[in-house]
Nanobody, 124 residues
Framework: QVQLAESGGGSVQPGGSLYLSCTASGSIFSIVAMGWYRQAPGKERDLVATVTSGGSSNYADSVKGRFTISRDNALNTVYLQMNSLKPEDTAVYYC??????????????????WGQGTQVTVSS
């Protein structure tokens, strides 16, 4: 169906910046939205930011003004620029994509795919 490949992440000191990217591939018919979620140890997976194919974005309150999500529709890629990072941003970050794929039956079918996750650690 649709696979997601993430890159970026790593370790940074508080106040630093990191950049994540995620590319969708496979039998894609159309992508409705792409975004990022994160999961800290012992906590649930939470929304970080999403962006639709039309460019509408949505952010968690905790990252507004610090993180910026962007998307290249031609490359089926979503980016997350993370600035002014805080220790509480430490988590595994997961890419998500929702849309439609070309099924074997000729009609587009819905998909909801996740990346494998990339670790972001903010520590002094």
């Amino acid at each position: 169906q649709v696979q997601l490949a993430e890159s970026g992440g790593g370790s940074v000191q508080p106040g630093g910046s990191l950049y994540l990217s995620c590319t969708a591939s496979g039998s894609i018919f159309s992508i409705v939205a792409m975004g990022w979620y994160r999961q800290a140890p012992g906590k649930e997976r939470d929304l970080v930011a999403t962006v639709t194919s039309g460019g509408s974005s949505n952010y968690a309150d905790s990252v507004k003004g610090r993180f910026t999500i962007s998307r290249d529709n031609a490359l089926n890629t979503v980016y997350l620029q993370m600035n002014s990072l805080k220790p509480e941003d430490t988590a595994v970050y997961y890419c998500n994509s929702r849309g439609y794929y070309n099924s074997d039956y000729g009609l587009p079918r819905q998909y909801d795919s996740w990346g494998q996750g990339t670790q972001v650690t903010v520590s002094s």
